[in-house]
Antibody, heavy 123, light 111 residues
Framework: VQLVESGGGFIQPGGSLRLSCIGS????????MHWVRQIPGKGPVWVSR????????SYADSVKGRFTISRDNAKNTLFLEMDSLRPDDTAVYYC?????????????????WGRGTLVTVSS | DIVMTQSPLSLPVAPGEPAAISCRSS???????????LDWYLQRPGQSPQLLIY???NRASGVPDRFSGSGSGTDFTLEISRVEAEDVGVYYC?????????FGQGTKLEI
């Protein structure tokens, strides 16, 4: 059971990147999935989430209107399309699986994380 | 937004000794469901975060029983009864009340 991110790299400000996260050993379609980013040496920061069927999306204010989360359950893959990239988007981007807990309303914890992919935005 | 504040930020501990990390939230994390929406994660060097404790006091699967979580409302504690070498890393508390989860600054545990 694992998640593997890819698609990171070095990009100039204003550019675009598409991150992918492939799940194996489980059916990704059974879970809400999230993107979390982390500047090296800092705490993680939530970026976005997507419902199991792809019809409920949420974004952090800092990326709203620039990033788009999507998924292809048939390919067990999660995506993050990042446009208009800024230097402060530089971070390691993790995909994470959200597991709910019975009787805990609107609660989930992250029980599986990928190893992350580094995005560097710089001129 | 909820602000999470951890202390200490650096924690040197000798092997076999106990350790405790404090986490304070800017607003109560006690949900109407009766649970405190507070989790603890450990990020070992070069690795992604891993869940230790969920809903303030529940150990995640596979987590040794030397780890325990306590607290309610705005004040929470992660305790390690006897620190081992493999416990080195950065510990984060995370509020789970908001969709946009917020993490503490992290506490770096060193042997």
């Amino acid at each position: 059971v694992q998640l593997v991110e890819s698609g990171g790299g070095f990009i100039q400000p204003g550019g675009s990147l598409r991150l992918s996260c492939i799940g194996s050993g489980f059916s990704m379609g059974s879970y809400w999935m999230h993107w979390v980013r982390q500047i090296p040496g800092k705490g993680p920061v939530w970026v976005s989430r997507i419902k199991r069927d792809g019809l409920d999306l949420s974004y952090a204010d800092s990326v709203k209107g620039r990033f788009t989360i999507s998924r292809d359950n048939a390919k067990n893959t999660l995506f993050l399309e990042m446009d208009s990239l800024r230097p402060d988007d530089t971070a390691v981007y993790y995909c994470a699986r959200a597991r709910p807990v019975v009787n805990a309303i609107d609660y989930w914890y992250y029980d599986l994380w990928g190893r992350g992919t580094l995005v560097t935005v710089s001129s | 937004d909820i602000v999470m504040t951890q202390s200490p930020l650096s924690l040197p501990v000798a092997p076999g000794e106990p350790a405790a990390i404090s986490c304070r939230s800017s607003q109560s994390l006690l949900h109407s469901s009766g649970y405190n929406y507070l989790d603890w994660y450990l990020q070992r060097p070069g690795q992604s975060p891993q869940l230790l404790i969920y809903l303030a006091s529940n150990r995640a699967s596979g987590v040794p029983d030397r780890f325990s979580g306590s607290g309610s409302g705005t004040d929470f504690t992660l305790e390690i009864s006897r620190v081992e070498a493999e416990d080195v890393g950065v510990y984060y508390c995370m509020e789970a009340l908001q969709t946009a989860r917020t993490f503490g600054q992290g506490t770096k545990l060193e042997i």
